[in-house]
């Protein structure tokens, strides 16, 4: 003789059990997402190739689910945020470093140092938590990253602050032709 089966908890207990288990993983599925404004251009195709190419570690964070398209975060709470498709920064007097192959601008803020990518568009921004991110391992996690921001061509590269450029206005006798 076959039994029927019930989709329906046969006991108040049971009820109890599942409207728990359910709350369980409902909220285990919120918390482990880490909220992150999009960029502009989050949508352009080069960053689905970056975020394809995405380490699951770096340094000692792993990696956990972000709330928008390409963007990513290392870290509970987050030490390393991604984002890709942010406004290509233009000429800049911020210092510009490049570990493996990567151009990033270096801005220094209060409680966290901003990357943004140079010379590739769309650009990619990294935010490094000071709290977490010392600023030895910054250059650590710049490397990391940079094999996938690789995905994006470069058609610029930053030069260093002192490097002497001539005026091209100005001819080799220091003269720029204005009277």
Known sequence: MHRKLSLIPATPRHRHFCAAAAALVGLVGCTSAYSVEPA???HHPDCADVMLSLP?????????????????????????????????????????VSPAGVD?????????????SFGRDPSVELLLDQDYISESSMMDVQAA???????????????????????????????????
């Open 40 to 42: 502009a251009e989050a």
């Open 56 to 96: 699951e570690q770096v340094g000692d964070y792993e990696q956990r689910r972000s709330s928008s398209q390409a963007t990513a975060a290392w870290g509970d709470p987050a030490a390393v945020v991604l984002r890709c498709g942010v406004e290509p920064i233009g000429p800049t007097e911020h210092p510009c």
């Open 104 to 116: 990033w601008v270096w801005i220094e803020h209060d409680d966290h140092t901003q990357l943004i």
């Open 145 to 179: 990253l940079s094999g996938p921001v690789q995905e994006i061509d470069q058609d610029r590269e930053c030069l260093p602050i002192d490097q002497e450029q001539a005026d091209p206005l100005e001819d080799e006798s220091g003269d720029t032709g204005s009277t």
